[in-house]
């Protein structure tokens, strides 16, 4: 089954674009493609000027390139401090130290509202509050390109059959 034909697309650096369409018309599958956690039967995706291979997905992943998802898939058994500070311990080595590190995932859960919240474990915030804590976790590395699906599930009724990536 073909799911993407024919797709044509660049992004520029900078912008922030919103992919609408019909549920099932294959928007998680070109994010996915264009986040490099999904490969195409044929075609290529340049990212940051470069061709996604195999090898360079893991990097990309780990530093560039942030997401939120969906489900948002915070860690349960984390409280929302640690899985905002889990991306730079991830980072290992080459990263920031374990303070510093605290202490910028504090701040942004701050700016996102949840400065009396980072103890809490995701079953005790509601969705929205959920939402942020993935979005303060996904900006946590800088990453230069944040991809999110569904930004506005949250506020969206069930039976809508229109969402953006
Ligand atoms: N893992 C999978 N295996 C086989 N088919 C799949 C898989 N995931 C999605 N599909 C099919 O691919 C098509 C596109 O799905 P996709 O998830 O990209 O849609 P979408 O536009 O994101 O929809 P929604 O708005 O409901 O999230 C659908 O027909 C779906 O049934
Ligand atoms: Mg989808």
Not at 44 to 50: A, E, M, N, T
Not at 132 to 143: D, E, G, K, M, Y
Request: hydrophobic letters at 40%; glycine letters at 12%; zero cysteines.
């Amino acid at each position: 089954m073909t799911i993407l034909d024919n797709i044509d697309l660049a992004i520029e650096a900078g912008s922030s674009v919103a992919i609408v369409g019909a549920s099932g018309s294959g928007k998680s599958t070109l994010l996915g493609l264009l986040a490099g956690l999904d490969s195409a039967s044929s075609g290529s995706v340049r990212l940051l000027g470069r061709e996604l291979s195999e090898d360079e997905r893991a990097a990309l992943r780990s530093g560039s390139v942030g997401f939120v998802f969906q489900s948002f898939q915070l860690m349960p058994h984390l409280t929302a401090l640690e899985n905002v500070t889990l991306p730079l311990e991830l980072q290992g080595g080459g990263g920031i130290g374990t303070r510093e590190a605290a202490t910028h995932a504090r701040g942004l859960l701050e700016q996102v509202g949840l400065g009396k919240r980072t103890g809490h474990y995701p079953k005790l915030l509601s969705g929205g509050e959920q939402q942020r804590v993935a979005l303060a976790r996904a900006f946590v590395t800088h990453p230069a390109i944040l991809f999110a699906t569904n930004p506005r599930a949250v506020s969206t009724p069930p039976w809508a059959t229109r969402s953006s990536i």
